[in-house]
């Protein structure tokens, strides 16, 4: 997970919540599709969760209620209560549905745009095996049993996105300077022209932040 700034609730939500009996659930479809835009253009086009990249296409998404529909009726319509996922293995078996999918109606303690939720963000960190954890208990149980972030085929792709980072400083002759491990962390966290995030991008902001942090104690 990275933090994700979110804009103010689009016109449409305001006017379908200005409805009686208005619910999520009947939300206009044109009204819907707004949402999902304006969701994937703050997220970069990754998911809320995992960090793989999500096309605008509400077959391949899900609009997620971080408090589940269920549970918090109250916040069915809640901009600030709305993130987008990808389907997570949606129809596969537990073990190998991942974020929004395997929480269902699961309790979450992070949220990615929450500002006061940004030092359990903070708490994360990678291994060279891709494997996401945090030093917060709470925190990681979510990630693991409830988000199920350390899915194999998710595993697998943040290693490969570190790797091939790792291959291409290896390339280079010489040691990487302070302003080029500067330079490269603020293009990983940056969205590109086309209003997108590199795909697992947390997996290298954490390992350049690391190599920053060597360098200017050194």
């Known amino acids: 997970m990275i933090p994700i700034e979110k804009k ?11 409805q009686i009996q208005a619910t999520f659930q009947n939300l206009p479809t044109a009204t819907k599709n707004t949402i999902r835009t304006q969701l994937i253009e703050e997220q970069g086009y990754l998911c809320a969760y995992c960090m793989q990249r ?19 009726p109250e ?33 979450l303690h992070c949220h990615p745009a929450k500002r006061e939720h940004q030092y359990l963000l903070n708490t994360l960190s990678y291994l060279s095996n891709g494997e996401i954890k945090s030093s917060d208990i709470t925190l990681n149980g979510d990630l693991n049993d409830v988000l199920n972030l350390n899915y194999a085929r998710l595993k697998d792709n943040r290693k490969a ?25 603020n293009k990983w966290q940056r969205k590109d022209k086309t209003g997108k995030y590199q795909a697992y991008c947390g997996v290298v902001i ?8 060597r360098h200017q104690r050194a």
């Not at 103010?8 to 200005?18: G, T």
């Not at 999500?54 to 918090?72: A, L, M, R, S, V």
């Not at 901009?79 to 269902?104: F, P, V, W």
Request: hydrophobic fraction near 30%.
């Open 8 to 18: 103010s609730e689009p016109n449409e939500l305001i006017f379908h919540k200005k």
């Open 54 to 72: 999500i096309e605008n296409d509400g077959q391949k998404t899900k609009i997620e209620h971080w408090q589940c529909q269920d549970n918090y």
């Open 75 to 107: 916040q069915q319509l809640d901009y600030s209560n709305i993130l987008l996922a990808c389907m997570g293995n949606e129809g596969c078996d537990s073990e190998d549905q991942h974020c929004d999918t395997r929480k269902a109606k699961q309790e």
């Open 161 to 185: 996105v570190l790797n091939a980072l790792m291959k291409s400083l290896n390339q280079q002759f010489g040691s990487r300077t302070l302003i080029e491990f500067q330079n490269l962390l």
């Open 206 to 213: 954490y390992y350049l932040r690391k190599k920053l942090n």
